[in-house]
């Protein structure tokens, strides 16, 4: 399966983005899509993710603010992303699993197809 990140930009603090990932290639309904994050310097990390069910799953650092759905209809995850702070900037990817399980949904060594990451930079 392929995937293709879309909706990084420049935001101010307090604002929001709403991320896409647009699958292509395979039976989208059978995937867990998740999103982790990389900022420079730093380990990438989870932050959110939804089951091939339904279930959705968000960092400790994203909850309250980001939330995570999909369509199955357009083979896209989508990620709202409300009340950004300056150390949201990252490059966000998405990422696709069909064997990802709970206990390692938050491992990015888990998932064998990635997209190619979108910026997103939130100004003070």
């Known amino acids: 399966v392929q995937l293709q990140a879309f909706g990084g930009g420049l935001v101010q603090s307090g604002g929001s983005l709403r991320l896409s990932c647009v699958a292509s290639?395979?039976?989208?309904?059978?995937?867990?899509v998740s999103w982790f994050r990389q900022a420079p310097g730093k380990e990438r990390a989870f932050v959110a993710g939804?089951?091939?069910?339904?279930?959705?799953y968000t960092a400790d650092s994203a909850k309250g603010r980001f939330t995570i759905s999909r369509d199955n209809s357009k083979n896209t995850v989508y990620l709202q992303m409300n009340s950004l702070r300056p150390e949201d900037t990252a490059v966000y990817y998405c990422?696709?699993?069909?064997?990802?399980?709970?206990?390692?949904?938050?491992?990015?060594?888990?998932?064998?197809?990635w997209g190619q990451g979108t910026q997103v930079t939130v100004s003070s």
């Open positions: 990422a696709a699993s069909s064997s990802v399980i709970l206990s390692n949904l938050g491992s990015h060594a888990a998932y064998a197809y």
């Open positions: 290639g395979g039976t989208f309904s059978r995937y867990s």
């Open positions: 939804v089951r091939y069910n339904g279930h959705t």
